[in-house]
């Protein structure tokens, strides 16, 4: 696997891949991987000729007294990894050569950005689309791998590459789960002993959701709240908890059929978000 740290590292190599006619399939990641991630570079290598990836933390997505610093940093065992996973490129940027010192420019993806997450996190879309945008404009990959996990995440790529004419393709992949149902993520790792044990009911909220809004006898309203007030007495504090359309991400209404139950609380000091889509028949 090669290992490139600067734009013009990257472009040299993204150019011999391109005469050489070669699709590219890109892995955006802030590092720290696991499963899920592997799962990204697993089906990237399915798709394409060659598979780079990105590690990059990237301050602008977080917002002020965010855990950026605290953020774990794994750079060793992750290029291990991804070497292990068959990745080509790996792109292991500076937040100088991502931004210099003079970067005016920010992406937002209007309305979808202040919902949800984005209501509780203000800025932090605009962060993260910016720095995918730019991400694209250098791998300039043929396809780009997101994990359903970050499910308000992909939909505002799929709306900012669409907008701004991007030619990439974007796949979505499945969300890995440890055996007792929690989410994978990087920040996992913030729980304690307890926490953990506690952490799994979040997919159990979502789940019983799910199977209410399938079984159509209960009020929307009254199955967010329902699942607030259990996550609350099992120790959560709930930021949201909304059954939206699968599309846009707005309240589901009655006749809506593709639908995601989104949900977003802290356990002690950690924020876990997860989510379920599903298909209501009508
Ligand atoms: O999902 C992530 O890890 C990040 O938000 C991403 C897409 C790599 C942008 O920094």
């Given at each position: 696997?090669q290992i490139v740290r600067?734009?013009l590292?990257l472009?040299?190599a993204v150019?011999t891949?391109?005469?050489?006619n070669?699709?590219i399939?890109?892995v955006?990641t802030?590092g720290n991987?696991?499963a899920?991630?592997?799962k990204?570079?697993e089906e990237?290598k399915?798709s394409?000729?060659?598979?780079?990836?990105?590690i990059?933390v990237?301050p602008?997505q977080f917002g002020?007294?965010?855990?950026?610093?605290?953020?774990p940093?794994?750079?060793?065992?992750?290029e291990q990894?991804l070497?292990v996973?068959?990745?080509?490129?790996?792109f292991l940027?500076s937040?100088?050569d991502?931004?210099?010192?003079?970067?005016k420019?920010?992406i937002?993806?209007k309305n979808?950005?202040?919902?949800?997450?984005?209501a509780?996190r203000?800025?932090?879309?605009?962060?993260v689309?910016t720095?995918v945008?730019k991400?694209?404009?250098r791998?300039?990959?043929?396809?780009?791998f997101?994990?359903r996990?970050?499910f308000q995440?992909?939909v505002i790529?799929?709306?900012m590459?669409?907008?701004?004419?991007?030619?990439i393709e974007?796949k979505?992949v499945e969300t890995i789960?440890?055996s007792?149902?929690?989410?994978?993520?990087s920040?996992?790792?913030?729980l304690g002993?307890?926490e953990?044990?506690?952490?799994?009911?979040?997919?159990?909220?979502?789940?019983?959701?799910r199977?209410e809004?399938l079984m159509g006898?209960k009020a929307v309203?009254?199955?967010?709240?329902?699942?607030?007030?259990f996550?609350?007495?099992?120790?959560?504090?709930?930021d949201?908890f909304?059954?939206?359309?699968a599309?846009d991400?707005?309240?589901?209404?009655?006749?809506?059929?593709?639908?995601?139950v989104?949900?977003a609380a802290?356990?002690?000091k950690?924020?876990?978000?997860?989510?379920?889509?599903?298909?209501?028949?009508?």
């Open positions: 696997m600067t734009l590292g472009r040299e150019n891949y391109k005469a050489a070669e699709r399939a890109f955006p802030m991987l696991h899920g991630h592997l990204l570079v990237a399915l394409a000729d060659r598979v780079v990836a990105s990059f990237n602008t002020v007294g965010e855990d950026f610093a605290a953020y940093r794994t750079e060793v065992e992750d990894k070497a996973a068959g990745v080509d490129l790996l940027p937040v100088d991502m931004y210099g010192d003079s970067a420019t920010v937002s993806v979808l950005s202040t919902l949800h997450c984005g509780s203000p800025g932090h879309f605009d962060g689309a720095v945008c991400l694209f404009n791998v300039q990959p043929n396809l780009a997101f994990g996990k970050d995440q992909l790529i799929r709306a590459t669409k907008d701004l004419d991007f030619p974007i979505s789960r440890e007792d149902g929690l989410a994978m993520s920040r996992n790792s913030y002993l307890e953990r044990k506690t952490a799994p009911k979040l997919y159990q909220a979502l789940c019983a959701a199977d809004m006898k309203q009254a199955i967010e709240q329902d699942a607030k007030i996550l609350q007495n099992a120790g959560f504090i709930p949201y909304t059954v939206c359309r599309s991400l707005l309240n589901a209404r009655q006749e809506d059929t593709d639908l995601v989104l949900a802290k356990l002690g950690t924020r876990l978000i997860d989510n379920i889509a599903f298909t209501v028949a009508r």
